[in-house]
């Protein structure tokens, strides 16, 4: 009754806009108090929550994504995108997907990529008359695979969360995200037929001129491969990855491209430690949170109703990916994850699911609440920032969802296709 008590003033808390960490930590509060519970409990759960070293991943690769937008490699990987996909039906719309795909590499946060091309690349979509709803969707939706490419912030705070390799849901995203970025390119084709809009590009670019744009944005494109190398070869653990990713892009923008410049590292500096300080906030007020859970043996509670009504995996999955998108609806992805996958890892392990495989539908599952309401960041980010109505939006975005529930059924059904790179490379777990 108590756990149920603190549970609802979290929801109520979260349902009055009030900050996440906040909520948690009034909830947590509340159960000591009422518990008769240790407060020093809370406090030196939460101190611990936030010293452990594989946490160093988190602002360095923000870092690391923030420096990139001051470098020139956003302009030069829009002209290599362009290349590739510019002469098919709907081409920016085109670009704008193949863009948010090579940009996952770099960006690794969802927000950030969406509000970069709705700035860059909608505007221009306008002055070719695509509609203002479709543009805005395209946007969002593509916006959407980048969490999944290699370095997605939400693939480091599941790994860290779940106990689980960095590395190996580095490399399992890469397949998936793929096949995102095909289904969405075949709804604008289609969409795109339908409506008239042209291609960007009046006919293929050759070969020579794929290369010669290829060869300016090389330096970019090889971030995700250092990334990879570097955490499978032991070289590196991820934190220490995501400082060699921070000097990388400081040295590409300041010797190789020469647009870096001191003022742009201020500027990145005070970004990384804002958003660095809210994921770490967080996470630091979840530690009461999951000791409360913990306390009260909830976890092996909802293992025990769950796996009383499953009994296949796939079963499983269904439900949980329906519920996260639900949840992802009115809460943030980070919060989500720290305290509901605790939660899911006895049942995960009792159904004999591999985390891995769990671990990339889950992500995307959350990401997908980004574009939906009432509380999709992902979504407003873009109608605030191109002055498109929710209305419109909601309108255009329906063909993405589908796309979307083909891809959640094709990462379901064919798990071998999630877990077959990351085993090949790191060998069968």
Known sequence: MLVTVVILLMVALFILNVPIYISMLCASILYFSINDANMLIMVQKMLSGVQRTS????????????????????????????????????GLGQVNIVLSTLMGGLSGSCVADAAMQSKI???EMIKRNYGEGFSAAVTAASALITPIIPPGLSLITFSLVANVSVGRMFVAGIIPGAIMCVTQMLIVHFVSKKRGYKPF????????????????????????????????????????TGAICVLYAVLIGAIAYKEFHWEHLLMALKETAVLSLSVLL???????????????????????????????????????????????????????TIMLVPLLVPIIEALGIDMIYFGIIYVVAIVFGTITPPVGTVMYTVCNITGVKSRQFMKDVIPFYLGFAVDFLIFIFMPDMIVWLPNLIYGVA
């Open 121 to 123: 690349l909608y505007p």
């Open 201 to 240: 590009l009046e006919k293929r670019a050759t070969v020579r001129e794929i290369a010669a744009s290829g060869k300016t944005a090389i330096l970019a494109l090889l971030m995700p491969v250092i990334i990879i190398a570097g955490i499978r070869s032991g070289i590196f653990t991820a934190a220490e």
């Open 55 to 90: 946490l160093l991943a988190i602002p360095f690769f923000i870092m690391a994504g923030v420096c990139m937008n001051y470098t020139g490699i956003t302009r030069r990987m829009m002209i290599f995108a362009e290349k590739l996909t510019g002469h098919l039906p709907g």
């Open 282 to 336: 967080i996470f630091s007020a979840a530690q009461g949170f999951a000791w409360m859970i913990a306390n009260e043996r909830v976890a092996a509670s909802m293992s025990q109703f769950v796996l009383g009504i499953v009994s296949e995996p796939w079963q499983f999955m269904m439900i949980i990916v329906f519920l996260l998108i639900i949840i992802g609806m009115f809460m943030e992805g980070g919060a989500i």
